[in-house]
């Protein structure tokens, strides 16, 4: 093989279409969706640069314009909706599920080019719903303790364990992986139809006219949500096993406890002043 074919097939990720047998195998043929990955890893890359460099750049009395306003937005909603559901105490991981959505979200995206969604192989989606998984037993141990594993003591709460991994795995695994089969049937049955019009021609009318919406659908609309569902469910799963403790209990009650001192201390200065 020379060096120019070497290069086009990108050390196995792109097959060799003069090779035979094992020669021709490739990365992208046991699973499409990594070029999709790739892909996505390096835009999320580019956009953490962009944006590093434009705030940077951008002087304390100036208001931010462009990227910096639309990723501050962005963010600002990411880390409240983790405030409301987890405190403040954790909006530091506002970072984990930002990533979340730019994840799936641009590579749910990246379908409207051609390229297969990374949720249509079942390992991604997997993947991130087992860091899911141990996510809830380290908050679950950290509030806790040892009284955690008092809820074993039910043999049923063993088999519910796994329910998070598969119902956050297979919700988004099932849903983009459902809308590109849609999509592929429709084309196929599109193209068929289309192919025995008589007098019109090879173009395929009927997919131009229908396709742009369903990808609209499917692709930017399904994905988001998808996404976003995807992360929502993360937090809440993690928030339900913040239960505060005896020492946060004492010291909510002597909050409480001041405020009604206070507002009965200012009732009464208002009444003489009366």
């Known amino acids: 093989m020379s060096i120019l074919e070497t ?13 035979e ?20 890893t390096f835009i999320i890359m580019m956009l953490s640069i962009c944006y590093y460099k434009r705030v940077t750049k951008l002087k304390p009395h100036e208001a931010p314009t462009g990227l910096v306003l639309m990723a501050e937005l962005i963010i600002k909603w990411v880390e409240q909706q983790v405030i409301d559901l987890m405190g403040v105490k954790y909006k530091k991981l506002t970072i984990y599920f930002l990533y979340i959505l730019l994840y799936f979200g641009i590579s749910n995206l990246m379908g409207i080019i051609g390229f ?16 899911t998984f141990f996510g809830i037993y380290y908050f679950g141990f950290k509030y806790q303790k040892i009284g955690y594993l008092k809820r074993y003591i039910n043999p049923l709460e ?33 193209g068929s139809i289309w192919a025995n019009v008589p007098y019109i021609g090879s173009v395929d009318l009927l997919s ?32 339900l096993e913040l239960r505060p403790t005896k020492n946060d209990d004492e010291r909510i009650l002597k909050v409480t406890k001041h ?16």
């Open 116 to 131: 297969p969604p990374i949720a249509t192989s079942y390992t991604v989606p997997l993947s991130m719903a087992i860091v």
């Open 259 to 274: 405020q009604k001192t206070e507002d009965i201390s200012k009732i009464s200065i208002e009444s003489e002043v009366i």
């Open 21 to 40: 047998g094992i020669g021709s195998w490739s990365f992208t043929m046991l699973m499409p969706q990594l070029i999709t990955l790739l892909l996505t």
């Open 158 to 190: 063993l088999l519910t364990q796994f329910v998070p991994v598969i119902s956050l795995s297979f919700r988004i695994f099932g849903n983009i992986l459902g809308g590109s089969i849609i999509l592929a049937l429709l084309g196929s049955l599109l």
């Open 208 to 239: 131009a006219m229908i396709f742009p919406f369903l990808n609209l659908y499917f692709d930017i609309f399904s994905g988001l949500i998808q996404a976003y569902i995807f992360a929502i469910l993360t937090i809440a799963y993690w928030s």
């Open 7 to 19: 290069k086009t097939t990108f050390f196995g990720l792109v097959p060799d279409p003069s090779a």
